[in-house]
């Protein structure tokens, strides 16, 4: 079947201007995560959202980054006024639901974004 | 504070020669512990998962993983390199979102 899906694969951007980045979970996974993935910092969670609870965004940098989730499929990570430091690949995963931890999460293949 | 130490950057190792990738953990709770790899320009892939069933653990491609509470230990290994197995390994702990450590990068020489 499908996997998670993300577009674009690539986005080279200007400093200052704003981006969306696009997730497409796998069907029927209730839970969606946003990931950063830059050469400093690792692997990093950004936010995560499951079924129709808030989502956590203890993870978000900066009041520049929000994400969203329209009918609990489809996700966007929006960057406002990016900044060099916001280049990084940005990763995606579902699992089927968050509880317990140990439902395994399914990455999709990532937006390498680059903020010139 | 949960988090993930891998003790190596880099390992490398020889065709055919035994892998060992060390990872060390600290929870507040019974961790859910996992092992991903990334292969270059490849999205991230699980190989293994500890959830607090049996302590060996075995994933695909021949790795298995050791979870030892006493040592707060989950080191990967596999018998016999590849040169396929040459990729970034990501030790996990997962709290509901993921907790990565910095990753291993397994270089395997012919």
């Known amino acids: 079947g499908a996997g998670v899906s993300q577009s674009p694969s690539n986005k080279v951007t200007e400093k200052g201007k704003d981006v969306e980045l696009r997730c497409d979970p796998i069907s029927g996974h209730t839970a969606l995560y946003w990931y950063r993935q830059s050469l400093g910092q690792g692997l990093e969670f950004l936010i995560y959202?499951?079924?129709?609870?808030?989502?956590?965004k203890s993870g978000l940098p900066s009041d520049r980054f929000s994400a969203e989730r329209t009918g609990g499929s489809v996700s966007t990570l929006t960057i406002q006024r990016t900044q060099q430091e916001d280049s990084a690949v940005y990763l995606c995963?579902?699992?089927?639901?968050?509880?317990?931890?140990?439902?395994?999460?399914?990455f999709g293949p990532g937006t390498r974004l680059t903020v010139t | 504070a949960q988090s993930v130490t891998q003790l190596d950057s880099h390992v490398s190792v020889s065709e055919g020669t035994p892998v060992l990738l060390r990872c060390n953990y600290s929870?507040?709770?019974?961790?859910?512990l996992f092992w991903y790899v990334q292969h270059p320009n490849k999205g991230l892939q699980l190989l293994l998962k500890y959830t607090s069933a049996a302590t060996l653990v075995k994933g695909i491609n021949g790795f298995e993983a050791e979870f030892k509470k006493s040592e707060t230990s989950f080191h990967l290994t596999k018998p016999s390199a590849h040169m396929s197995d040459a990729a970034e390994y990501f030790c996990v702990l997962s709290q509901g979102n993921l907790i990565f450590g910095k990753g291993t990068k397994l270089s395997v020489k012919p």
């Open positions: 995963a579902s699992s089927l639901r968050l509880a317990p931890s140990s439902y395994e999460q399914y």
């Open positions: 959202f499951q079924g129709n609870s808030a989502p956590d």
């Open positions: 929870s507040s709770y019974s961790p859910s």
